[in-house]
């Protein structure tokens, strides 16, 4: 029997179908022209009346007025309860065009700057009324595009529109997402991949509904070995795919969502890991910060990854950059007042993807730092690997990292055999988080 009382209450049917539609490649140019075409879719009192009547009334009166404020500010702080899981959104609006270019000035006719994909997070600077249309002066964290002009028939400022399935407001659901002792209570059972991808792990290989139902199986096994932590599951999605030359094409915004949202409705976290490619990890880390303001969501970069020659360099992170990745997390946590706990987990096989490892600091709170043992291959191996990964003190909280038998031509990697739920617990020091790829 589970040890977690919240999957009672999780029987909630998908409300969408989750359509799998393909990546985006990192700062596309689309004239404004392309954007526009997405249509987003009481009786007068009287001398007569006495001193007795007259003090009744105004009793009465101050009554219904207590009861009417009353009433107003409860509605309002339901209101507040509602908008707050998002966090604070003042002076931010959301791209809600697939893509939508960046001007230099408050015009259609003026030079573009670059495009911002759907979903981005954009501060607004000034706004102005041109041609009856209303522009944006916006920042963002891209200092290619940073200070331009949006259009912002293509923007909305609650985050709400841009869903399909969910508000998100289920308090249950957003009280177990935040609570302070998630991580302390349980350990999390993850499913790695992309949707549209077989080879890169279990996510690309089955619908997601079909993936769920493995995932909780999965997640039970750990929780019937463990009598002391339940376990929660949780599909980790590799958000940024390094190419030759180090270009990172993106999931798509749709794509992305559809997990989140079915995921929130299923009791399920959701990972979005980014690989870096040949960006600096904070400009990486801003691009997927946004995605924090989902109860359900946490964050992760490869340094595997972090390579304009990937498959045949390993890529590096060092400690300080590692600090920095956290303190941007926690200054935007803090900033935008969203709650709950997050996770920032970044992967390790080799020594050297991780460079001054003595630096590293897991002071960040919320931020919580997992260490990943990732590597494929046989158990006495994987557990060899885990040994000296984890002789990095700096980070207590660990995870570790399995790979399913897919398919036996060259280049697909596996553990054989897979190591069993008992094995992995035995691990030591024992992992918090597991994930199969």
């Known amino acids: 029997m589970s040890k977690k009382p919240y999957l009672a209450a ?27 075409e997405i249509q987003e879719n009481e009786p007068e009192e009287t001398d007569e ?40 959104q003042e002076d931010l609006v959301y791209i809600s065009a697939d893509r939508l270019s960046v001007r230099a000035d408050s015009s259609e006719d003026s030079e573009s700057r670059g495009s911002l994909s759907k979903g981005n997070e954009v ?34 400022s609650d985050l709400n529109e841009l869903h399909v399935s969910t508000n998100f407001d289920d308090k249950e659901m957003n009280e177990f997402f935040t609570s302070p002792t998630l991580f302390e209570d349980n350990r999390v059972v993850a499913y790695y991949g992309h949707p549209n991808s077989e080879i890169m792990g279990i996510v690309g ?20 070995a463990d009598e002391d ?75 595997e990854w972090r390579t304009e020659r990937p498959m045949q360099e390993v890529g590096h992170i060092t400690g300080s950059e ?43 709170d919320p931020v919580l730092l997992v260490h990943n043992t990732s590597g494929w291959g046989a158990p006495e191996g994987k557990r060899a690997t885990h040994e000296k990964v984890t002789e990095a003190s700096e980070v207590p909280y660990k995870g570790f990292k399995l790979w399913y038998h897919f398919s036996d031509q060259p280049g697909v990697h596996y553990d054989n055999p897979l190591m069993t739920p008992e ?12 994930i199969y790829q």
């Open 205 to 224: 290989r089955h619908s997601f509904e079909d993936l769920i139902d493995l995932l909780e199986e999965t997640t039970q096994a750990y929780d019937d």
């Open 322 to 364: 590692l600090n920095g990745v956290q303190e941007r997390m926690q200054e935007y946590i803090e900033t935008h007042e969203i709650q709950g706990t997050r996770q920032f987990v970044f992967h390790q096989f080799v020594e050297k993807m991780i460079v001054d490892v003595e630096d590293i600091s897991a002071d960040y």
């Open 49 to 88: 009346q006495n001193d007795a009547d007259t003090d009744d009334e105004q009793e009465g009166a101050e009554s219904e007025e207590s009861v009417d404020t009353e009433e107003d500010e409860s509605e309002e702080a339901e209101e507040e309860e509602a908008a707050s899981i998002f966090g604070l």
């Open 10 to 36: 999780l029987s909630l049917l998908l409300a969408s179908t989750i359509a799998l539609s393909g990546c985006e490649q990192d700062q596309e140019d689309v004239n404004q022209e392309d954007a526009n």
């Open 123 to 156: 501060r607004v600077l000034d706004e102005v009324e041109n041609d009856d249309a209303t522009w944006y002066q916006i920042a963002h964290h891209n200092s290619d595009v940073n200070e331009g002009w949006v259009s912002a028939e293509f923007t909305v």
């Open 423 to 434: 094995e992995v617990l035995d691990l030591d020091p024992q992992p918090g988080l597991i």
């Open 229 to 303: 932590k339940g376990a929660v599951p949780a599909i980790y999605l590799v958000y940024g795919t390094v190419q030759p030359g180090g270009v990172v094409h993106k999931m798509n915004y749709d794509l992305v969502m559809s997990y989140i949202e079915a995921a929130y409705q299923r009791g399920v976290l959701v990972y979005i890991d980014h690989q870096m490619g040949r960006n600096h990890p904070t400009y990486s880390i801003n691009e997927i910060l946004s995605f924090l303001r989902y109860p359900n969501v946490h964050l992760a970069l490869d340094p």
